[in-house]
């Protein structure tokens, strides 16, 4: 099987996500008026697997849903993006949901995400799907699952030769032997600042922070630097990626997982990695420019066309 027929998989949850958009975050114990309410899909795994589905990944995506109104919004957008869904019904949990802040004026955004049945994923879940990520060209998870199933994901795609991708976000603390999983981590500011505990203010901080990561056995760091674009380091190179833009920013929320996307489909086709930042970085660019998580996600003729006028 070439590289190329080979799958993208994707480990995480899927959460509907309630967005109200308003002037300012209310003070404990106050009511204030909103501008706005969108009820759609969200949970970093399922925008990113929908991200490489448009994009022209061939994308499973394994996770839990309840068996509710919820779920049923999640099959409606796996079914539209065409991501593969491998997925075990919980009943006895809800689907996840998330809320979402987003000030008026600037599109910046605050989150509570509660997972629900997806936080009950386990390292038997994944146990079940170990064919399927041994077939991938690109095995990519994040941290709002339990930690364990993602590391035995990680374990199973490396024992096999699969490329990994771990976006560390949420932000948590993570031992050296989940690090030592990974290609290539794909952490923001923030979260880079929370792994290694020092400052992300400026290119040459996030080198700093990028050596820290590879110094605890990363393969390689990408990190997402919001409007700086993005930071590619490993052991022998450093290439700082700029914005690649697409028009007025609307909305930051799904930003960097058109970004993990993006570039995970970049990578199954065998894609230099610079190349591969670009071109999630152009995913990101087009993210950006609409309102929303996964309803937000370019397609494939949308980033060829943005990269070729780049």
């Known amino acids: 099987m070439s590289n190329a027929t080979k ?3 994707n480990l995480g949850i899927f959460v509907a996500d309630t967005a109200y958009r308003a002037d300012r975050m209310p003070k404990m114990g106050e009511t204030i008026l909103g501008k706005s309410f969108v009820l759609g899909p969200g949970g970093k795994g399922s925008n990113q697997s929908v991200a490489s589905a448009m994009a022209g990944g061939k994308t499973h995506f394994i996770t839990r849903l309840g068996d509710d109104a919820f779920a049923d919004i999640a099959r409606a957008t796996w079914a539209k993006a065409g991501v593969i869904p491998e997925v075990k019904i919980d009943a006895e949990s809800y689907t996840g949901a998330a809320f979402i ?4 004026a600037t599109g910046n955004n605050a989150i509570i995400v509660s997972p629900g049945a997806a936080g009950r994923v386990s390292v ?7 064919d399927l990520i041994r077939s991938a060209a690109v095995f990519i998870t994040q941290l709002e699952q339990p930690i364990p199933a993602a590391k035995h994901g990680l374990e199973i795609a490396r024992a096999a030769g699969v490329t990994t991708i771990l976006n560390p976000a949420p932000a948590a603390t993570l031992g050296d032997d989940i690090l030592a999983l990974c290609d290539y981590v794909t952490p923001n500011e923030s979260e880079t600042e929370a792994l290694t505990g020092l400052p992300v203010t400026t290119i040459s ?3 700093i922070a990028a050596d820290a990561l590879l110094a605890r056995g990363v393969g390689a760091v990408v990190m997402t630097l919001g409007d700086k674009g993005a930071l590619y380091r490993d052991r022998t190179r450093s290439v700082h990626v700029p914005v690649i833009s697409a028009g007025k920013v609307v909305e930051t929320t799904g930003a960097g997982d058109a970004f993990n996307g993006g570039f995970a489909v970049a990578l199954s086709e065998g894609r230099d990695v610079i190349d591969a930042v670009r071109f999630g970085c152009a995913t990101a660019g087009i993210s950006v420019t609409r309102a929303g998580t996964a309803p937000s996600m370019p397609s494939r003729a949308e980033i060829d066309a943005l990269l070729a006028n780049s």
């Open 205 to 207: 901080e996030a080198e």
């Open 7 to 9: 799958p993208i998989v």
């Open 124 to 130: 038997a879940d994944v146990a079940e799907k170990a």
């Open 101 to 104: 802040f987003l000030e008026d």
